[in-house]
């Protein structure tokens, strides 16, 4: 552990990670196992040179490590290169240790291929609780939420979210309860603010209207105590769920606790109480969109169809998720569905989230002076449109 009395930062709010201080590079040297196989020795030397430490045991877990999902990708790269195979991306979530990998890559060089995992019945997962059901839905119920004085909202650190937060703030006169990941309410308010102020959406009014709730999607009751989430659940007029976990190489398991049990709780607080309208953000990748006919417009009405062919757990976890707010929906709550697809920067101002996958693929094709023959086209709407969208759907009462 290296103490620091504050991280360093960048112009924009965001980690200067150049400017960290020098660490010692002893990580994996705990509970040190020397690699026993040529094989096991080549893969300790790519992950040294990765992870940018002096050594590592063949016991010792990638993620654990300091490895991440984009790392993930630069050690895939280079055991392709270094043994001349073809390893899925999965593997290494899946094996994350030398030992694993290296036992993976020799049953692989002896011609037996990685094991699919069985399929997940994702029709099974969308199972809602009984107890989230609303007591009685009526028209002071939706003229609250057209006019609220309190609205819920989840993903505000995220990039939508941001917008969504902004436009809240601008359209309505309501208090604004954010659901955020941290440790006080000051460095909750904090991360807010940093994160508007980065796509230049900040006003220093907004700031006693925007109530900090300390909470976490993966955790019952959204993280928060059964009071708390009682106090919510009365004083809310409104919820808009934009929050989950963006992670295309992750599976739907290591997903579900944040996009499917998040939703849940979404869907309980709205049902607890005073019934409370969702409006919930949800994707175009619900569908099976390699599958679908050439030049087929995704409709408002259309059904989100079979999961069999959704690849990706973050696509998997939100169709779910989808799912359960269509079950919660046919109960009585009044629920609207918004399938974003690929999100731009702002149409203004061009600020955009800079290590989304879009903007990355950009930037890299820029950098190439090459672009990828994706055989189709590529639709990005930008951010404020998205938001503003939303927001005008979402205050009409007959959308």
């Known amino acids: 552990f290296v103490f620091l009395e504050q991280f360093p930062l960048t112009l924009n709010g965001k980690l200067n990670r150049k400017a960290l201080p020098a660490l010692e590079l002893t990580r994996g040297t705990i509970g040190y196992v020397a690699p026993r196989t040529p094989v096991q020795a080549k893969l300790a030397e790519v992950?040294?040179?990765?992870?940018?430490?002096d050594k590592v045991g063949v016991e010792g877990n990638f993620f654990e490590m300091g490895g991440h999902?984009?790392?993930?990708?630069?050690?895939?790269?280079?055991?392709?290169?270094?043994?001349?195979?073809?390893?899925?991306?999965?593997?290494?979530?899946?094996?994350?240790?030398?030992?694993?990998l290296a036992r993976l890559i020799e049953a692989i060089r002896e011609?037996?291929?990685?094991?699919?995992?069985?399929?997940?019945?994702?029709?099974?997962?969308?199972?809602?609780?009984?107890?989230?059901?609303?007591?009685?839905?009526?028209?002071?119920?939706?003229?609250?939420?057209?006019?609220?004085?309190?609205?819920?909202?989840?993903?505000?650190?995220?990039?939508?979210?941001?917008?969504?937060?902004?436009?809240?703030?601008e359209t309505t006169s309501a208090s604004i309860h954010c659901l955020v990941r941290a440790t006080s309410s000051e460095e909750g308010r904090s991360k807010l603010r940093r994160n508007l102020e980065t796509y230049g959406v900040w006003k220093e009014s907004?700031?006693?209207?925007?109530?900090?709730?300390?909470?976490?999607?993966?955790?019952?009751?959204?993280?928060?105590?059964p009071d708390q989430f009682d106090q919510l659940a009365s004083?809310?007029?409104?919820?808009?769920?934009?929050?989950?976990?963006?992670?295309?190489?992750?599976?739907?398991?290591?997903?579900?606790?944040?996009?499917?049990?998040?939703?849940?709780?979404?869907?309980?607080?709205?049902?607890?109480?005073?019934v409370k309208p969702v409006h919930y953000v949800s994707t175009v990748s619900v569908f099976?969109?390699?599958?679908?006919?050439?030049?087929h417009m995704i409709r408002e009405e259309d059904e989100i169809g079979?999961?069999?062919?959704?690849?990706?757990?973050?696509?998997?976890?939100k169709w779910v998720a989808e799912r359960l707010v269509q079950l919660a929906g046919r109960r009585g709550l009044p629920v609207s569905?918004?399938?974003?697809?690929?999100?731009?920067?702002?149409?203004?101002t061009g600020a955009w989230k800079t290590d989304d996958f879009v903007c990355r693929m950009i930037k890299g094709c820029i950098l190439l002076g090459k672009v990828p023959d994706l055989g189709g086209e590529v639709n990005l709407v930008p951010v404020d449109y998205v938001s503003r969208a939303m927001i005008t759907l979402s205050f009409n009462s007959h959308s």
């Open 47 to 53: 992950w040294a040179d990765v992870l940018q430490v």
């Open 69 to 100: 999902s984009l790392l993930a990708t630069r050690l895939l790269s280079q055991v392709r290169t270094t043994f001349q195979i073809d390893v899925p991306l999965r593997a290494i979530f899946e094996a994350p240790t030398i030992s694993e």
């Open 111 to 169: 011609g037996h291929p990685m094991a699919q995992n069985p399929p997940i019945d994702l029709a099974a997962e969308a199972v809602l609780p009984a107890d989230v059901t609303p007591t009685w839905v009526n028209n002071e119920t939706i003229e609250r939420a057209i006019r609220p004085r309190h609205v819920f909202l989840s993903g505000a650190t995220g990039f939508l979210g941001a917008y969504l937060l902004h436009d809240l703030l």
């Open 206 to 225: 907004y700031q006693s209207r925007i109530w900090v709730c300390i909470g976490d999607l993966s955790r019952p009751l959204l993280g928060l105590s």
């Open 235 to 274: 004083t809310a007029d409104v919820i808009y769920h934009n929050g989950a976990r963006v992670d295309f190489t992750q599976s739907y398991p290591a997903l579900k606790a944040e996009n499917v049990f998040g939703t849940q709780e979404i869907l309980r607080l709205a049902s607890q109480g005073r």
């Open 288 to 295: 099976d969109l390699e599958n679908l006919p050439a030049g």
């Open 306 to 317: 079979p999961s069999e062919n959704l690849q990706d757990g973050y696509s998997q976890s």
């Open 337 to 348: 569905i918004y399938r974003p697809g690929a999100v731009s920067g702002d149409s203004r």
